[in-house]
């Protein structure tokens, strides 16, 4: 047991020497110019992911004010679009009723980034279609080789594969790791935390 707590603990170290700090910046400036244009984000993900998303949506309100939202925080209504209109396009769909437009922007978190052939996160490809379509901005924090995401997005963090075994873990729990050092960044930052402004 003791061995793989060292080597996790040694993998979170190595990924986060790795992390692309370049595309750390781009999603930075893709938000303040989202915020700039008065746009909303979007953070779409699926499992994990889903539950990274919603607390994500809160940081970029409460710090960034930045207007964000995800669909996974309606579970009627996103229950409703699975069984109505089926998996693939639940999220897409929301989106369009969200009116998504130019100067809006998505985060993508997700293991694997969507991938149409394996039938994967097949939502979040037809997401970024849409975004794409419509031409709002798209960002993400995505494991593995960052799937759909990587190919489509404007500024995407890749969290590195150290071990096959540990792909999700470590993707997932980089995901906050990567939003919360970008709703942090001074450039972003408009609002500050609690226990930074307690003395």
């Known amino acids: 047991m003791g061995s793989y707590i060292a080597r996790y603990l040694q993998e979170v170290g190595e990924i986060a020497t790795r992390i692309d700090q370049k595309q750390v910046q781009g999603i930075v400036e893709v938000l303040l110019e989202t915020r700039n244009n008065n746009g909303r984000l979007f953070i779409l993900g699926v ?106 997005g404007d500024a995407v963090v890749v969290i590195p594969t150290i071990s096959d075994d540990t792909v999700t873990p470590h993707a997932e729990s980089f995901q906050a790791v990567v939003w919360h050092m970008i709703v942090s960044n001074p450039a972003l930052k408009a609002n500050e935390m609690k226990w930074e402004s307690t003395k």
Not at 51 to 66: E, L, P
Not at 82 to 87: A, M, Q, T
Not at 137 to 145: A, M, P
């Open 47 to 152: 499992g994990g992911s889903a539950g990274n998303a919603t607390h994500a949506v809160n940081d970029f309100r409460k710090i960034a004010n930045i207007e964000s939202y995800t669909p996974t925080d309606n579970v009627s209504e996103l229950t409703a679009r699975v069984n109505d209109d089926g998996w693939d396009t639940s999220f897409s769909r929301w989106l369009e009723g969200s009116r998504l437009r130019k100067g809006d922007a998505l985060m993508i978190f997700s293991v694997g980034g969507g991938n149409l052939e394996k039938n994967v996160s097949t939502n979040i490809v037809k997401a970024l279609e849409l975004a794409r379509s419509v031409g709002a901005k798209i960002t993400g924090i995505v494991g593995r080789d960052g799937g759909h995401t990587a190919k489509v």
